[in-house]
Each structure stands twice: as C-alpha cells, then as structure tokens.
C-alpha cells in the first residue's frame, strides 16, 4: 500500500523496481532494521533513508517487510517515485471552488499547524503508538478555496502518479484530518510520503496517501486505490475492513 505496511498474503503486488538487492546487502539491511529498533534518533533517521533507498531498488518486496527506527515501513504501489522539495513542490485545491490555488511547501510552511498525536493503524494489523503529526488542518485549505454548495467529496492525487484517496466532505472537515508536513517531530521524509502527505486520524492507515499533489472536491465520492481492489471507502478504525481494532482517536 501507499502507506508504509508489510505486503499481505494475496493482496496485489507493486510493480518491479529495477535491480534486485544482492545477497549482501539484503542482510546488511536485515542487521540494520533489527538495529534501527532500539537505535538513537539519528541513527534511526539515517536507517529509514538507507531502507528507502533499498526498496526502491527491490523487486521482492523484502525490504518493505523489515522494521526500521520509526516502526514504519517503506511501500509504494508505483515503479518509482520522484522526489519533491521546497523548489518544485507544489499543491493544487481545485474542482468544486470558488478560488483555486496552488500552493508551495513554504506557503504551507507558513499557515497555522496542528499537532496531533494518535496510534497509526494498518488495516493489515500493524500499530504505531502515540506518532506525532503536525500541518495544515485540510479544512483550512477547503475553507480558503470556497467550496460551492453542489460538492459532497474529496478526491486526493499523488506525485507518484498513481495513487489516489477520497473521503466525504464532512470526513474532510473533522478537526483531526491533516495535511502534514511533520511526522515523529521531524519533516516528513521522501520513504515517508513527504514532502506533503495527507493524514486521516481515525482511519485505516491506507487513507493517509503518500505524496500529496493535489486535493480536488468533487460531487460524490470516488473510490481510490485500494478501494477499488477491495478496501472499504469509509475506513474507520476497528468498524471497517472486517477488524476489530481500538480506535486510533
């Protein structure tokens, strides 16, 4: 999935990456996740950037199966994701308002943020505790776009081309619905979907997409991704996808 999970038995597979990790290195990369788990910050920062780097060069998917410092796991349903800073990063609000926009990462830099610390749930069973986000509530960009009184929905785009999510516009507006600029109080990284990622607290990690590029409102829901392979669109934690989980907020 777009959201950093292990691959689950029978669930669609992404696309090769290029050459397969060697023998060596796929072990060293073993040693290193075991490592990353107790390692100090920095450490821990240098350990996700080295997994990042090796997945993308992993046709196996075994790397996106280890752990790292942060107890996230990189994972991308594209072949390869381009890599986007403060010089080409760019966010579009459009579809149903009043006042499109585009925004850059030092615009979104510069509005109020919100902090908000909740578990992270995978629907494939995984939990993060207490991992701290940090943006622009996304009602704020809806709010400043003017949204017309015919939109019902949200329809999120990512830079990798490929990946997309919706919520309804009422989901969008919750208090706890982020475009995040910060995760575990450092900015979000490129394995971590950043610049910019959109973060749905009390859902299914999968909602969370990677790679934020362009948010649209639209009339109805449209089902993204994994939706249509499957996943429910309304994905509250422990009500949805056949799980009982406890609630992530």
Not at 189 to 197: L, Q
Request: hydrophobic share 35%; charged share 25%; proline share 7%.
């Amino acid at each position: 999935m777009n959201s950093e999970q292990p691959e689950e038995p029978g669930a669609p597979q992404p696309p090769e990456r290029g050459t397969p990790v060697g023998r060596r290195v796929l072990l060293g990369t073993i040693g290193l996740g075991a490592l990353g788990v107790v390692a100090a910050p920095s450490l821990q920062r240098a350990l996700e950037g080295f997994l990042g780097a090796a997945a993308d060069k992993d046709p196996t998917g075994l790397t996106g199966l280890l752990p790292n410092g942060g107890g996230f796991r990189y994972y991308s349903v594209a072949s390869s994701v381009p890599h986007k800073n403060a010089t080409n990063y760019r966010l579009t609000v459009d579809g149903l308002v009043d006042r499109p926009k585009t925004y850059t990462l030092d615009d979104l830099r510069a509005l109020p943020q919100t902090r908000l610390v909740k578990d992270v749930q995978c629907v494939t069973g995984w939990r993060v505790p207490d991992t701290p986000f940090e943006g622009v509530r996304l009602s704020r960009l809806l709010d400043a776009a003017g949204v017309r009184a015919k939109a019902g929905a949200v329809r999120f785009t990512c830079f990798d081309g490929t990946y997309t999510e919706s919520l309804t516009l009422d989901q969008a507006r919750r208090s706890d619905i982020l475009v995040a600029l910060r995760m575990q109080n450092k900015d979000i990284g490129h394995a971590h979907g950043g610049p910019v990622r959109l973060y749905v607290a009390p859902m299914y990690f999968y909602k969370s997409a990677k790679w934020l590029s362009g948010i649209h409102v639209t009339e109805d829901v449209e089902p993204g991704y994994w939706e249509h392979l499957g996943y429910d669109v309304d994905a509250w934690v422990g009500r949805s996808n056949g799980r009982d989980d406890d609630p992530t907020s």
